[in-house]
């Protein structure tokens, strides 16, 4: 029977999973002889880093019960993943400028996994640091499914040959172009995990159906109208106990005048600090050209004529004064103008970026729109960020993008199930009697894979959506509401509490505005 070959472009914890998932349930399923035809899949990672570790992998994230959780409890990870999880971590505090709280939950105390369950007093969403989720995901996978240093072009579809007799045209395969001229053929299903900046996307982008605001969906993310500066505190409890008490191990969020401070625990001890607010598209630029600026060589003293013409003197200056390749980084003057930015802020919250490391990282946020959908195309799909990149202000992101894995493989795996031969080979008549089988098969398996992947597709579509929705709606809450967030936790609170229990949402906004409008009175 031939093997299905999938490819999935991107290495991130959306791609390592659905590779876990797929593998995983091809081993078990090899060991059942009532199922031999999920047997016949081939799964290859390609990732464009040139290794593991190559790139700081971000902050932090919490995983939740019936999404992120549930995928790794399938991917047989959950044991794993309580080792390394962080319970303390579910600490959260929403404030305004000058520290007034209106939100506040504690974590449970700090704990260091023994018994392999969550502590006493855990809400069930514990932190784990996304470099330690990447590498756990990775170093479950057999040596060789991540192709390390494959950064991907462009993807091209391969027309299979009409067979006589054949009247459904065969569904076709796709070949990946590389860097360095190098090319891949023969992929059933080309999966694009690629992120924000995806490959694939543009490949389904132009059977794009409208969104939320009625118009043909952009190739590309759009601008969210959210910049910033993103720094970090090293080994904060030694270099910064105020910060580190303040953050009390989980994650900090100061609103107000359009702007927030934020500060998340780190597994490793550091603190990830973010500054941002609403700004022009354009400030990314301007911040740009600023530290160009700040990193101009000073003129080199006068030479005489002599060695004025010292050409490996000269090389040797300039290279010396040569600009970073990120182009989003910045030097220490950024500390000044967040000083500038947030004149007036409680001191303790200015903290966060006085104790922060002398550099930091230009954080412009961008988003594809909410109800961003394709058009079905056989053997091309999307998850995680690729498909639905969103605001990270309701912490949905990664669990989403998981539970893309778990419901993709779960489609996979039914494809190769439930696809076979089709049915009366012999019947079609002489000249189709000569039909190689096994091209049958495959054609009949890639028919089945489509339409697996498309009813796959549909749920992703309504799934994320809704996390779109809670996401934007929850950054308008603090970003774009005028006195935020006095005049708006009440919405940024049903916001969530919608995603949470959309079934109690009338009894819990009730509740909401009724603790608000009391509290108000008093604060």
Known sequence: MPALNVAIIGAGPAGCTLARLLLLRQHSRQADDSSPATAQLRVQVFE??????????????DLHPSTGLAALQQAALYDEFLARARFDGEAFRLCDKQLASYVRVAGPPQHRQQHRAPPAGSRGAPEIDRAALRSMLVQALPDGTVRWGWRLQTVSEQLSTQQPGVLEPFPPSYSLHFDGNRTLSGFDLVVGADGAWSRVRPLLAPFSTAGDAGVANPAGPVYSGIAGFRCSISDAARTAPAVFELVNRGSLFAFSDGKTLMGQQLGDGSIWVSASGVKAEDWVDEQRERERLHRRPTPPPQEPAAAAGDGKEQQHHHHHHRLPQDRNHVGAWFKDAVRAEYKGWAPELLQLVDAAEDSARLLPIYMLPPGFRWRTRPGLTLIGDAAHLTVPFAG??????LKDALELSRAIIAALSSGGPADDIDGRGDQQRVVDVATEELRSKRKALAAKVAEYEHDMFSRAHAVQSVSVGMMRAMFFTPGAPRSSIEAYVCWKAWQMQPLLYPLVFV??????AVWKLFN
């Open 511 to 516: 509740v909401v505005h009724i603790y608000f």
């Open 48 to 61: 464009a880093e040139p290794a593991p570790g190559t790139r700081r992998q971000g902050g932090t994230l």
């Open 396 to 401: 949905e992101g990664v669990n989403i993008a």
